[in-house]
């Protein structure tokens, strides 16, 4: 079973957009900078999720991202499968051409245990992260290492 690094950081930053929105459009440098995702990156993700409709833009001074939706109506399944993301645990992508170009004796348990995967994180909605004591300490943590860094003097060279 592979969860790839796309679908393991656009949930990662949408869900640090969702403890951190609360009404106000948030930089994509400020979701890198707490949650160490290259900027570049976080804007091919964020161009995904809005154009599946997850996330809003807002342009100019002050401008960033929001979600389109409220957290409990966005399941990580959905921000997964918005950047084209596939939970599969079948070693032939779900083509059945396993075992030289025919199905192999294990195809269908590794394709129902991928549709198992898919229907568990369907039912895991951001708002049930955002409420979870670990999701919260872990999220005060990064905040702190973020406005620390944020602060930290620059050294001048003479």
């Known amino acids: 079973m592979r969860l790839t690094t796309k679908g393991r950081y656009a949930v990662t930053a949408i869900l640090d957009l969702a403890l951190h929105g609360s009404g106000s459009p948030i930089s994509l440098a400020d979701i890198s900078a707490r949650q160490d995702i290259s900027l570049s990156y976080l804007e091919q993700l964020f161009a995904r999720l809005r154009r599946k409709g997850l996330v809003t833009s807002v342009r100019g001074p ?86 620390q860094i944020a602060v930290l003097p620059i050294a001048h060279t003479s």
Do not use: K, M
Request: charge should be negative.
């Open 62 to 147: 002050g401008g960033g991202y929001l979600l389109a939706r409220a957290p409990s109506d966005i399941s990580v399944a959905s921000v997964i499968d918005a950047v084209n993301e596939s939970i599969d645990a079948t070693r032939c992508q779900g083509t059945g051409d396993c075992q030289q170009g025919t199905t192999c004796l294990t195809h269908h348990l590794w394709s129902d245990l991928s549709d198992v995967i898919h229907d568990f994180l369907d039912r895991i909605t951001l708002e049930e992260l955002i409420h979870r004591h670990d999701v919260q300490r872990i999220a005060a943590r990064q905040q702190d290492s973020a406005s």
